[in-house]
T-cell receptor
Framework: GENVEQHPSTLSVQEGDSAVIKCTYS??????FPWYKQELGKGPQLIID?????GEKKDQRIAVTLNKTAKHFSLHITETQPEDSAVYFC?????????FGTGTKLQVIP | NAGVTQTPKFQVLKTGQSMTLQCAQD?????MSWYRQDPGMGLRLIHY???????DQGEVPNGYNVSRSTTEDFPLRLLSAAPSQTSVYFC?????????FGPGTRLTVT
């Protein structure tokens, strides 16, 4: 089955700096890669996604890149703010089956 | 729209007891799924359903049963709770690949 590895497990950045979270996947048939943000005590919330026919996607301060050949994808958050502090999960999807990474706890220090 | 709702928010069970975690969505989504979230392990798929009357196993189905009699509801049953089932449980629904998660149920089995 699919295996998704996510790094780092924790990340601390100063407010205003950029944060990068990286994921790799094993199944080349996976074709949809969402990123979720989970705040304390809440369910994960989709923040951005990318499909296998696209290399990069941006939404304001958030961007995701995908390298299909290397089977890795990354989340980039620019100009971080304290409200970006949360746990972020990457995932790889094949035919509606979603495999999640183990999560990155991001702390933005004011 | 209420989105995805889950009840109860918290539950404590003794080993061997049974219970049902409730999940409902009002978005008319065909696809629903149950995940468990454990520290350091991300979210793991327990069972999923692609429509009323159709269910299938995910990555960690043992000890759990599901049924899908209506589009709106997807309950998760624990027939004989075990301490290994102590976890946070999330229900999700989706139209195509974008998943919407409920707020979760925190279950402790003593």
């Amino acid at each position: 089955g699919e295996n998704v590895e996510q790094h780092p497990s924790t990340l601390s950045v100063q407010e205003g700096d950029s944060a990068v979270i990286k994921c790799t996947y094993s199944d080349s048939a996976s074709n949809y890669f969402p990123w979720y943000k989970q705040e304390l005590g809440k369910g994960p919330q989709l923040i951005i996604d990318i499909r296998s026919n696209v290399g990069e996607k941006k939404d304001q301060r958030i961007a995701v890149t995908l390298n299909k050949t290397a089977k890795h994808f990354s989340l980039h958050i620019t100009e971080t703010q304290p409200e970006d502090s949360a746990v972020y999960f990457c995932a790889a999807t094949k035919t509606l089956k979603v495999t999640f990474g183990t999560g990155t706890k991001l702390q933005v220090i004011p | 729209n209420a989105g995805v709702t889950q009840t109860p928010k918290f539950q404590v069970l003794k080993t061997g007891q049974s219970m049902t975690l409730q999940c409902a969505q009002d978005m008319n989504h065909e696809y629903m799924s149950w995940y468990r979230q454990d520290p350091g392990m991300g979210l793991r798929l327990i069972h999923y359903s692609v429509g009323a009357g159709i269910t299938d196993q995910g990555e960690v189905p043992n000890g759990y049963n599901v049924s899908r009699s209506t589009t709106e509801d997807f309950p998760l049953r624990l027939l004989s709770a075990a301490p290994s089932q102590t976890s946070v449980y999330f229900c999700a629904s989706s139209h195509h690949e974008e998943q919407y998660f409920g707020p979760g149920t925190r279950l402790t089995v003593t």
